[in-house]
């Protein structure tokens, strides 16, 4: 017998209504509608909404969300925003680090994410006080929410001598992943060689930030692709940011994804902040500050998108809803169809899983029962009105449930559905 069934449920990529089950934490059925479905100990009908896989948050820093209250300008340049971000972390705690996360956390639960990978800092200023709060919220979540945490330099690797050393501590308490910035050490080489380095020693992947910036010369991303040629770290290896690209000449850029794409590289877009930091130079009017997604997706690239920063020195925005930044997204490049709609859902579950390397990810059988039920038919109506999630299960337990409430306004009466 089966522990739950959803009746009726509709999918991303399929015009036929499916019975999903699930047992002991996993999903054992997937059939077309049917009234022959077998028992189960609790029925869900769900009349043709939406149940997805999990959602899935690639690139957030939890460390440093929720700081404007703190900061006492409004900042507009990256490098002022790390500058002021550097200060402000002098007075970080690792009850004030795990305070402002589980805020995020608690409101990404209830938009539908299941999992979510998020870059600690790491630096001689806060030392490894943010790396440990991550890896204990990890633990204390499991069952909730799947972390990933990167040991994230944001300042360089090579700017203070005890760097090196530092990250080392900092992956050796349990980095699921190795971060590099490629704008921050003088010599990009030395930078990515000592990271991918740390990588194969730990067989770990690669998150870096790279290229962040609207100057079409500072085009780092062709010495990631040589690194992980070089490494073998083919689809190992996630990029974000990767603005300049955007500002590139057309047929160089189209170079350089066809080369991200031979290697396999996974490119997150990070609209929030890119659109907020860019677009303000000398390229101001015919260039906004976003990676080519349309130029990526023809050549093949898992292009995917992330909150990245939620209402601090980089990004005054956010909310920590996926789908806020896919519909930001779509508004901003282009992408408007209905398949363009599925394809920024999919971007949210499943390319987002495959950059994660989430191995039981998905609704097939045998994959863990991370599902979301969504007050949405189809993908348009889910992306563009981004409805409240309804109920989110993690391997098959309920850990959220929004109650939603119509009104019949020609009576005034409420309803439930």
Known sequence: MLDILF??????????????GVKDGKIT????????????????SLDGKLLLPGLVEPHIHLDKALLLERMSEDITELRKAIEVTSCLK?????????????????QAVRKGITHMRCHAEVDPVIGLTSMEAMVNLK????????????????????????????????????????????YMDA?????????????????????????????????????????TRKFGMNGQVSVGHLTSLGAAGHAEAERIAAG????????????????YLNGRGEHKGDYRGLTPI??????????IYGSNNVQNAFTPFGTTDPLDVGLLLAQTSHL?????????????TDGSAAALGLSGYGIRIGADADLVVCSAKDARSLLYERPERERVYKNGRLVSQTEVKQYNWMSMEETVR
């Open 7 to 20: 009746v009726k449920s509709a999918g991303l990529h399929s015009d036929s209504l499916r019975d999903i």
């Open 187 to 227: 010599d990009v080489g030395d930078h990515l060689e000592f990271v991918f380095r740390l990588a194969q020693q730990y067989g770990l992947p690669v998150d870096l930030h790279v290229d962040f910036s609207d100057n079409p010369k500072q085009l780092a991303i062709r010495e990631v692709i040589e690194a």
């Open 294 to 303: 349309s130029l990526l997706l023809k050549h093949g690239v898992n292009v």
């Open 90 to 106: 002098q007075s970080f705690t690792a009850e004030d680090i795990y305070e402002r996360a589980m805020r995020i956390i608690e």
């Open 29 to 44: 059925y997937i059939a077309n509608h049917s009234d022959a479905a077998p028992e189960s100990k609790e029925v869900c």
């Open 336 to 348: 408007g169809s209905a398949k363009d709609a599925r394809q920024l859902v999919s971007m949210a």
């Open 260 to 275: 991200i794409a031979e290697a396999g590289i996974h490119v997150i877009s990070l609209p929030l902040t890119d659109l």
């Open 139 to 182: 633990k204390q979540l499991k069952g909730i929410i799947d972390l990933q945490v990167v040991a994230f330099p944001q300042d360089g690797l090579f700017h203070d001598e005890g760097m090196p050393l530092l990250i080392k501590q900092a992956v050796a308490l349990g980095a699921d992943a190795i971060g590099g910035i490629t």
